[in-house]
Every structure is written in structure tokens, then in C-alpha cells.
């Protein structure tokens, strides 16, 4: 089982986005047949070197595309954390979930500038398609960091085009995860979705909130 999570002892202030935040559109990017043509999920969960045994969370999880392909990739002795924001939702997918009898997948509500993972459970934390529609990148992830396991990763599947067209330049979503102490360890092409795949681990130590610098957009 996953560790609970800490409560914040304070609030500390963190820059705002100096650029557009595209707006929640839909619950999901595109037809899951239309996706599985192009075998995204499965060149996505290669690149991201997911195996059986692994610990996953799906943030922006939607309608579960990633979800239920995660679960069947890290098998019955991993686990895949499946979050979202609306409330609505997280309750098809939590639905999805209970009807396809994936004991190894937990379904949660996260809020819009904290996923409230629990500390040092995380190899791999996607963030497919939703990168642009975080209000707050920079306390979401500072907070989402101690999540990450020794060794883990952020994996960001996003379109090389600007915040308002629903995509994420490669440039600004370096210098964003930068300013939190991320570096970028991998970024490969994805013709499929019209983007990339970016990997991130943490570097460092994780900067003061006070501390951090906007990035232009």
C-alpha cells in the first residue's frame, strides 16, 4: 500500500505562470482506438522503460487510456495511482476500473496546484496531455518532487506548440521543471501525438519556493 501523505505545515508563495494556461477541454486526447493504431501508450511505456513490479502514477488521468495500459504493463505485483481533478471524472474512471477488475490500480481526486503524493513511492509519474492546463506549474511541481523513488521519473507526453494551442514548447517546459529542481535526463520525438516524450529526474535540492524564477512563455 502507498504511504499516507503529510500535511503542509504552511503556505508558502510561489510564482504564477508567465505564460497562457490552456483551458480543461475534454476528458480525453483522442479515440483509444485511434491511439492504439499508432501504438502510443506502447512506444510511451517503452521509452519510459515501465516494467512489472513498478510503482506508477497517471496524473490528468481522464478517461484511463494510460491507466489501464500502465496496469497491464506493471502487472499484478505493481501499482498504478490514478488521479484527477474533476470530480465527475475520477468517478467514470474509479467506474472503469471496478468493471475491468484492476485490483492493482487506485483511483484519487487531486486538486489543481498539489497532487498530494505520498513521499518516495513513485518510479515513474506520467503527466500525458495536461501539462498546459496546470494553473500553478510551479508549487505543483515542487510538491509533486518528494513523490518521486530513488531513481524515478517524471514522464511528459505533450505537442510542440504553444500553452494556449494545448501543447508545451520543449524549451519552456525544460526551464519550468528546472526552476523546481528537475533536469531533463531524455526528450524523444513523438510523430504520432505531433510532440515529444521528455523525461525528468530530480536534481539537486529542491529550491525554496521564494526562490524560483518564472520562466517566459
Known amino acids: 500500500m502507498l504511504a499516507a501523505c503529510k500535511p503542509s505545515e504552511q503556505t508558502p508563495e510561489f510564482p504564477a505562470a508567465d505564460r497562457p494556461v490552456a483551458p480543461i477541454t475534454a476528458s480525453r486526447f483522442s ?38 495500459r500502465l496496469a497491464q504493463r506493471v502487472g499484478e505485483k505493481g501499482r498504478v495511482l490514478a488521479e484527477d481533478i474533476v470530480p465527475q471524472v475520477r468517478d467514470a474512471l474509479a467506474e472503469r476500473v471496478t468493471r475491468e477488475r484492476l485490483d492493482n490500480v487506485s483511483v ?27 494553473e500553478q506549474p510551479y508549487e505543483f511541481l515542487w510538491r ?3 513523490s518521486l523513488s530513488k531513481g524515478g521519473r517524471v514522464i511528459v507526453v505533450d505537442a510542440e506548440r504553444p500553452t494556449p494551442n494545448h501543447g508545451t514548447p520543449i ?47
Open 108 to 134: 484519487r481526486l487531486g486538486e489543481p496546484a498539489d497532487p498530494k503524493l505520498p513521499e518516495h513511492s513513485f518510479d515513474r509519474i506520467f503527466m500525458v496531455h495536461m501539462y498546459h492546463e496546470i
Open 144 to 146: 509533486m518532487r518528494p
Open 31 to 68: 479515440t483509444e482506438e485511434a491511439r492504439d493504431r499508432v501504438n502510443e501508450s506502447g512506444t510511451v511505456m517503452d521509452l519510459a522503460g515501465i516494467k512489472p513490479g513498478m510503482t506508477v502514477a497517471d496524473i490528468g488521468a481522464g478517461e484511463g487510456y494510460y491507466t489501464i
Open 171 to 217: 524549451a519552456l517546459l525544460t526551464c519550468e521543471f528546472a526552476a523546481v529542481g528537475y533536469k531533463l535526463v531524455e526528450k524523444t520525438p513523438l510523430p504520432a501525438v505531433d510532440g515529444y516524450i521528455a523525461q525528468f529526474e530530480a536534481s539537486g535540492e529542491r529550491p525554496q519556493p521564494e526562490t524560483i524564477t518564472a520562466c517566459k512563455g
